[in-house]
């Protein structure tokens, strides 16, 4: 199938390693955040999301971590796997402001090498 | 499969050809979305429906372009006189109407203009 990732930045990890993706947002109103993992030929899957009242949240395996100073944003795989390979994208939303679309940052390669 | 639908998956057209997509939301909820992606690039915003209602349209969307949700359930996409320009992914995604929520997107239709 075609791919996602055509021309973006790649993050290559041997298996069982922990992958840190960086994103950096554009509006300092956002106060909503979410991350998505796209695998060639698919819609994005929803991974976890942060409200801008929070630093860092949990879910399985991932992390995100928020920081509004610098409007910079993390998202931490522990344990990576094959099947972890995708593209991932974070996105925006001024949601409080009545706004709902998505604003989506350029997303990464994250290439799980065994 | 109660996720969010999308039909075609995939379209070939030549330029100048009418075409229109259908999407089927996540039964509960009230808020439809279209987004467009090209190649390499993360989804951008194209309009959202709350129930039958369109509130909101990127400028994006040409007048060749228009969506519609009849009956607050499925929506359709049409774009007429295509162009090789409007090759590209159109997703669809869904949410509830309730404050913070995740969108949840639909496999996409990939479209080919010849």
């Known amino acids: 199938g075609e791919s996602v990732g055509l021309h973006l930045p790649t993050l290559s990890v041997q298996e069982g390693d922990n992958s840190i993706i960086n994103c950096a947002y554009s509006n300092s109103a956002s106060d909503y955040f979410i991350w998505y993992k796209q695998e060639s030929g698919k819609g994005p899957q929803f991974i976890i999301d942060?409200?801008?009242?929070?630093d860092k949240r949990q879910g399985q395996r991932v992390t995100v971590l928020l920081n509004k100073t610098v409007k910079h944003l993390s998202l931490q795989i522990a344990a990576t796997q094959p099947g972890d390979s995708a593209v991932y994208f974070c996105?925006?939303?001024?949601?409080?402001?009545?706004?709902?679309?998505?604003?989506f940052g350029t997303g990464t390669q994250l290439k799980v090498e065994l | 499969d109660t996720g969010v639908s999308q039909d075609p998956r995939h379209k070939i057209t030549k330029r100048g050809q009418n075409v229109t997509f259908r999407c089927d939301p996540i039964?509960?909820?009230?808020?439809l979305y279209w987004y467009r992606q090209t190649l390499g690039q993360g989804p951008e915003f194209l309009t959202y429906?709350?129930?039958?209602?369109?509130?909101?349209k990127s400028r994006l969307l040409s007048d060749r372009f228009s969506a519609e949700r009849p009956k607050g359930s499925f929506s359709t996409l049409e774009i007429q006189r295509t162009e090789q320009g409007d090759s590209a992914m159109y997703l669809c995604?869904?949410?509830?109407?309730?404050?913070?929520?995740?969108?949840?997107f639909g496999p996409g239709t990939r479209l080919l203009v010849l």
């Open positions: 996105a925006e939303n001024f949601a409080t402001g009545g706004g709902n679309k998505l604003t």
């Open positions: 995604a869904s949410s509830p109407s309730t404050g913070l929520e995740t969108q949840y």
């Open positions: 429906f709350q129930n039958e209602a369109q509130l909101e």
């Open positions: 039964s509960e909820h009230n808020r």
């Open positions: 942060i409200r801008s009242n929070m």
